[in-house]
């Protein structure tokens, strides 16, 4: 167990629906990065927080947003939902503080658009 | 897209024998992580190497980095059936704090 949480578990949306995936880091952790995993794929890097801004965005169009709170929990927003958003959602904590550039994942929330 | 390719794409072996997957990557990198990953759950963060490191230990992991070729390998000795699970390699080009380009990972089944 790494501490990090993630909330739901599993989603099912329909195509043009908006979907918000929520995600709590490990205590002590400033910041937040999210990414997608496509079936039978490597997760791709969707964007990271940090101080509650955006710090770094990967090949995601803007329907995808998101928000981190000043208890450094964040979430992830998808609006017009596409088949092709089905996947396993993973959010993961760090600190910038340290020298470790380790990074510890949640579980996961599996979003399945219909 | 994905900055390191895996292989195998798929491993099956005994319980104690070893297990060597390799990562290749395009572009410089800061340093280089190995994840696994049960089921199609959440990453667990297995070992980091360096730029400047050429080879790693953590128990019955060894990892070996070479920039040169832009290639790493995880070699896990004495494999138990529970460490089935994909295993995906993941740099970190040090350009932008915390994002890591992961592969497409190598499905290991071991057998007991």
């Known amino acids: 167990e790494t501490g990090v949480t993630q909330s739901p578990t599993h989603l099912i949306k329909t195509r043009g629906q908006q979907v918000t995936l929520r995600c709590s880091s490990q205590?002590?952790?400033?910041?937040v990065s999210w990414y997608q995993q496509a079936l039978g794929q490597g997760p791709q890097f969707i964007f990271q927080?940090?101080?509650?801004?955006?710090?770094g965005r990967g090949n995601f169009p803007p329907r995808f947003s998101g928000l981190q709170f000043p208890n450094y929990s964040s979430e992830l927003n998808v609006n017009a939902l596409e088949l092709d958003d089905s996947a396993l959602y993973l959010c993961?904590?760090?600190?910038?503080?340290?020298?470790?550039?380790?990074?510890?994942f949640g579980p996961g929330t599996r979003l399945t658009v219909t | 897209s994905q900055q390191g390719e895996e292989d195998p794409q798929a491993l099956s072996i005994q319980e104690g024998e070893n297990a060597t997957m390799n990562c290749s990557y395009k572009?410089?990198?800061?340093?280089l992580q190995w994840y696994r990953q049960n089921s199609g759950r959440g990453l667990v963060h297995l070992i980091l190497?360096?730029?400047?490191?050429r080879e790693k230990h953590s128990g019955r992991l060894r990892v070996t980095l070479d920039t040169s070729k832009k290639s790493s390998s995880l070699l896990i000795t004495a494999s138990r059936a529970a460490d089935t699970a994909s295993y995906f390699c993941?740099?970190?080009?040090?350009?932008?704090?915390?994002?890591?380009?992961f592969g497409q990972g190598t499905i290991l089944t071991v057998h007991p």
């Open positions: 927080y940090y101080r509650e801004e955006e710090n």
């Open positions: 993961a904590s760090s600190s910038r503080t340290g020298a470790s550039y380790e990074q510890y």
């Open positions: 572009t410089s990198i800061n340093n």
């Open positions: 190497i360096r730029s400047n490191e």
């Open positions: 205590s002590g952790h400033n910041t």
């Open positions: 993941a740099t970190d080009s040090g350009t932008s704090y915390g994002k890591l380009t």
